[in-house]
Each structure stands twice: as structure tokens, then as C-alpha cells.
């Protein structure tokens, strides 16, 4: 068995692929710097103004060509990128160049780009830190017009059927295009795995990994290679029995989603009769169909901060009560829980870094409810928009980084104060809005059993409760290997939270990575768990591990565990834990 190449990035599909490499020559375009003389500013300014409408032109004319009976709507990522096109906040400041420091059209935007991708780089969330991919994608297609080098559709007339297509990155709208044309899967250098590219990718059922370093230097034109995109590896130069050993797992992966699919209209019951709800993750509106199509009892986090990217000044209340009501009559009657606005320091409102300056530590700074509640002209038209959505459908609001009870106190009471405006307007709102809060760090799943009082439910971000316990970054490749959700620690902080909700009658889900993990869900469940929110995807393997579960036996696993927490040995631990999550 030989193996000649192999390269390593990010999954985002769970899904494998086997076909011949086609390599989509997608270079970045070099900038060089390049000034101009005052009298050729009008001409310059036109050549950026006529290479904006070429790059309008061009992504109007992919989305027009997506049928219509595509089962997604892959038209919005398109949608995205036109509005980026058609944001001032994206060309003034390039426009601003040209007149004052006479830059070239190209270096002009080249430049403000450059800013922009510092600002991203800054941002602390992987979700919007990856919204970094939309603006290269934006500004190159620009820079392709603006140069004449639009690369040449030299693959129009090439059978791509089946083919793996490996490129330095994929836009958008070369990824509906590419769908189109049947390729097997994507494998790209540069990209995130919470890009618009691999969200689309995800709700096109096509296989793709990114991040794969020099990955168009790793592989020829023609020669077959192994996507496999559960775990993130690229295979070439493999032999026969590599070749059916991936196939047979192929067929396996297809029995095991067929079965899974079966699932979607079963009960989400445990095996011994004990309802617990599965709940979807919501990063964009559009998001909605792949909530529906996995049998999501509602959303359990419906993450808000899109409305503020790639923009100059925040969303109004009207453009908040329109994202909101799209959502809520997507899915039809189920449950919405809406999280008011997460950004801060390390990840700012576009325009708005002169109010909100960064901190030495951006994950200790004015973020989330305390950026909210120090300016509230930011907060008051999302949480207006919020309670008139209520009247709608099912909404619950629910409040991120909560670390005090004076700041739940402040947020509760300008809640209050935005009914009675609404109620003197004559505009309908549901007064009876559950409003919850976000258990994210030590301090509040300690005070758990105060915030019950005031609160109708709670929700456990196990991924900054984590990372805030064990004072690790997990973006830090030197640190991340500590970053662990099963330290008796946070094992601890998320039985106590539990334990304060079932003592005060109220619901508590939780919403981060580890409730889509299949291997935590027996734990889970034994901590007395029954609500778990996640991504769409994740939610019938979630089901299956449910509905095999017999939570009095766990129960009395977990217990025990409990009651020798400070007496095992590390290895004693982990196999205690094993027992239970086996």
C-alpha cells in the first residue's frame, strides 16, 4: 500500500468523494502599487464605478441561472455578495484614495481591503471572522474587471461530472456553478469552515474541505483522489485497496444517512419514554430550511450578529423585524429563541471602532449585554424589533455573557420600559415573552440559582464557558490541546446549572458544541439534560443517540461519577467517563 500525497485541512460536510482532480486556476490577483496624475482622477474613478457594475453584472447573471427547483435557497449567498457590492461602506473609502492620495483604482481597493481584512483578523468569533472570505471573494471579483484579467471561463466546454476541483479558494457563486456542472467535491487552500462558500457547500450536500496548505501544488490534473470529508483529509497516489476501502465506507455513509433520514418524523424520546427536545442553531435566515428538513422541534440560537457586517452604521429596527419575521414564518409556528447582539471589542460593528476601542484582552472587554447596556441607541432598536417579532409566533429572547444580576436587573428593566413605548404606539407585541439568559462563564453558572428568579429559562454556551474556566483560547494553536469540555471543572459548572433550573422550575438547553456531539449525549442526559440546541446537521445523529439512551441507568452512572469526583485518578476518570459516553 503507497501513499505519495496527503493533505490535511478542515471538514465541513461529513461526507467522502473519490474522482480526478480538475484545477481551477483561481489566483489571487497581485496588486502592485501604482499612483496616477491629478488630471486622470475622473477617468480612474470611472474605471472603478464601470468594474463595480461588470462584478453586479456578473453575479446577477449566476443567480438568475440557479433552477428554481433548487431545494435551498443558494440565491441569498449570491444576495450577500451583491449587497456587499452595493455598500458604500465597501468603495467610498477606495473612492476617497484615488482624490485625495491619487492611488490607482486597484490600489485604492487593494488598500481599504487590507484594513478591512485587519479588522476581521481582530474579530474573535470564528462565524463572523469568517465572513473575511466574502470580502476577498467581493474585492477580487472587482479587481478581475478593474485589471481585465476576469479569469477566462476555459473550463465552459470541460466535462466536470464527478470531477474534485481544487482551487486557492471558491467563491459563492463558483460553488453554485460548480454544483451545477455535477463536481464530486472541493478542496481549497484558503477558507473557513464557517465561510458563505462552506455553509452553501453544506446545504448543497457537497463535499468540501479548506485549508488545505499549498494544496494546488500537492496534486495533478487528472489523477484521482480521496476527499474525505469527515476528516478533513485529501488522499493521491492511492492504490487499489485504499481506493475500496473508501469506496465500502461510501456505501456505509449512504446506508447510515438513509437511516438517519428515517428518523426525521420519529419522537425524540429516550429509550425508557423521557421527551427531550432537539433544537436547531440558526446563523442566517436561510438556515431555516436545513431546521426543517431535520425535524428541529425550533431554534435554540438564532445568532444575530450578520444584520451588523460589512456595513457602516447598524441595522435599523425595520431591517431587524424583517430578518426576524423571515425566520420565524420559515418555520412556521416552532419556537425562535433570538440572542441579542454578541459583538464587543474583539468583534466590532463595522464604523463603530471610535466608540467601542479595542481592549488589551478583547474576550474580558465592553462585549455582548455590557457593550448593549453601555450604549444603549445600539440596543434599544433590536430589542423593539425582538418583542414586535413576538407577536408573530413563539419568540424567546435570550441575553449573551450574563455575569452579574444588577446587569440581568438593567436589561430586564429596559425591557420593560420598550413594551410600554411599544404599548403606547399602538404596535402588538407578546407581553409575556420569555426572556432567558446565556450561562458563558464561571460567574454566572455559580449564580445560576439567582438568575432563575428573574429568568423564564437558561442556556449553557459550553464554548466560552470552557474556555473562560480553563483560561484557554481555543483559537490558540500553543493552548488549544487544554481545551477540554470534559474537566470535572466544567462538568461541575454545567450539573449545577442544570440542578438550579430543575430546583426553580425553569428549562435549561444548552447551545454549544458539545450538545451536537454524539459521544457527550449519554453524559448529558445523565447530568439531567433534555434540551439540546445545535447545528442542523448534527441533529439525527443527536436523535439516535436519544433514543437509545436509558436515562435512569445514566443517571445512576453519573451520580456515582459524581460522588468520587475528587477521588479518581486522571485515567480512573477517563474511564469512568468512557463507561458512560460508550
Not at 483604482?105 to 476581521?120: G, I, S
Not at 415573552?433 to 462563564?441: D, L, R, S
Amino acid at each position: 500500500m503507497t501513499l505519495s500525497c496527503c493533505g490535511l485541512g478542515v471538514a465541513t460536510t461529513r461526507a467522502i468523494a473519490i474522482g480526478p482532480v480538475f484545477m481551477l486556476d483561481r489566483n489571487p490577483l497581485r496588486i502592485a502599487p501604482r499612483s496616477i496624475d491629478p488630471a486622470t482622477v475622473p477617468g480612474e474613478l470611472q474605471r472603478l464605478e464601470d468594474a463595480l457594475a461588470a462584478a453586479q453584472g456578473a453575479l446577477r447573471t449566476v443567480r438568475d441561472q440557479i433552477p428554481h427547483a433548487t431545494p435551498v435557497k443558494v440565491a441569498e449567498f449570491i444576495d450577500s455578495h451583491l449587497l456587499m457590492l452595493e455598500d458604500a461602506a465597501l468603495v467610498d473609502p477606495a473612492r476617497a484614495l484615488i482624490r485625495e492620495r491619487l492611488f490607482s483604482a486597484e490600489w485604492a481597493l487593494e488598500q481599504h481591503r487590507m484594513t478591512l481584512v485587519k479588522a476581521f483578523e481582530d474579530i474573535e468569533d470564528p462565524y463572523l471572522r469568517g465572513r473575511r472570505d466574502d470580502l476577498d471573494h467581493v474585492v477580487q471579483h472587482i479587481l478581475g474587471f478593474l485589471l481585465g484579467e476576469r479569469i477566462p471561463d476555459s473550463e465552459e466546454d470541460t466535462d466536470l461530472n464527478g470531477c474534485v476541483v481544487i482551487a486557492h479558494d471558491i467563491s459563492p457563486a463558483d460553488t453554485v456553478v460548480l454544483r451545477q456542472r455535477r463536481v464530486a467535491a472541493l478542496v481549497t487552500e484558503y477558507g473557513s469552515p464557517l465561510s458563505h462558500t462552506a455553509i452553501l457547500a453544506r446545504s448543497l450536500n457537497l463535499p468540501m474541505v479548506v485549508g488545505v496548505r499549498k494544496v494546488t501544488s500537492y496534486f495533478r490534473p487528472g489523477e484521482t483522489v480521496v476527499v474525505d470529508d469527515e476528516s478533513g483529509v485529501v488522499l493521491a497516489d492511492v492504490d487499489a485497496d485504499i481506493l475500496a476501502h473508501y469506496r465500502q465506507r461510501i456505501r456505509v455513509l449512504d446506508e447510515r444517512r438513509a437511516h438517519l433520514r428515517r428518523l426525521v418524523r420519529e419522537p425524540s424520546l429516550s429509550a425508557d419514554g423521557t421527551p427531550v427536545s432537539l433544537l436547531g442553531n440558526l446563523e442566517l435566515p436561510e438556515d431555516t430550511v436545513a431546521i426543517r428538513a431535520n425535524g428541529a422541534a425550533g431554534v435554540g440560537l438564532y445568532r444575530t450578529e450578520f444584520l451588523y457586517m460589512n456595513r457602516d452604521r447598524p441595522p435599523d429596527e425595520e431591517e431587524h423585524l424583517a430578518a426576524y419575521l423571515e425566520v420565524i414564518r420559515g418555520l412556521e409556528g416552532t419556537p425562535v429563541t433570538i440572542r441579542t447582539l454578541d459583538l464587543g471589542a474583539d468583534k466590532q460593528v463595522d464604523g463603530d471602532s471610535a466608540t467601542c476601542p479595542l481592549a488589551c484582552n478583547p474576550a474580558l472587554g465592553l462585549r455582548a449585554i455590557r457593550l448593549c447596556l453601555k450604549q444603549p441607541e445600539l440596543f434599544r432598536p433590536q430589542l423593539r424589533a425582538i418583542l414586535r417579532a413576538s407577536a408573530f409566533g413563539p419568540v424567546r429572547l435570550m441575553i449573551p455573557m450574563l455575569s452579574h444580576i444588577r446587569e440581568l436587573d438593567a436589561v430586564l428593566a429596559l425591557i420593560e420600559q420598550v413594551g410600554r413605548e411599544l404599548d403606547r404606539e399602538g404596535l402588538a407585541f407578546d407581553p409575556h415573552m420569555p426572556v432567558g439568559g446565556m450561562i458563558e462563564v464561571p460567574a454566572a453558572a455559580l449564580s445560576a440559582p439567582a438568575f432563575t428568579h428573574r429568568l423564564d429559562f437558561l442556556s449553557i454556551g459550553t464554548n466560552d464557558l470552557i474556555q473562560y474556566t480553563l483560561a484557554i483560547d481555543r483559537m490558540d494553536d500553543t493552548v488549544s490541546y487544554l481545551y477540554d469540555p470534559l474537566h470535572p471543572a466544567i462538568l461541575r459548572l454545567i450539573r449545577m446549572t442544570i440542578e438550579a433550573g430543575r430546583a426553580h422550575g425553569i428549562p435549561v438547553s444548552m447551545c454549544g458544541e458539545m450538545a451536537g456531539t454524539p459521544r457527550y449525549v449519554p453524559l448529558l442526559l445523565g447530568l439531567g439534560l433534555r434540551e439540546f440546541s445545535m447545528q442542523p446537521g448534527s441533529l439525527l445523529e443527536i436523535k439516535e443517540r436519544v433514543r437509545g439512551s436509558h436515562i435512569p441507568h445514566l443517571e445512576r452512572a453519573t451520580g456515582e461519577l459524581f460522588a468520587h469526583l475528587d477521588d479518581h485518578e486522571p485515567e480512573q476518570f477517563a474511564q469512568a467517563i468512557e463507561r458512560i459516553c460508550s
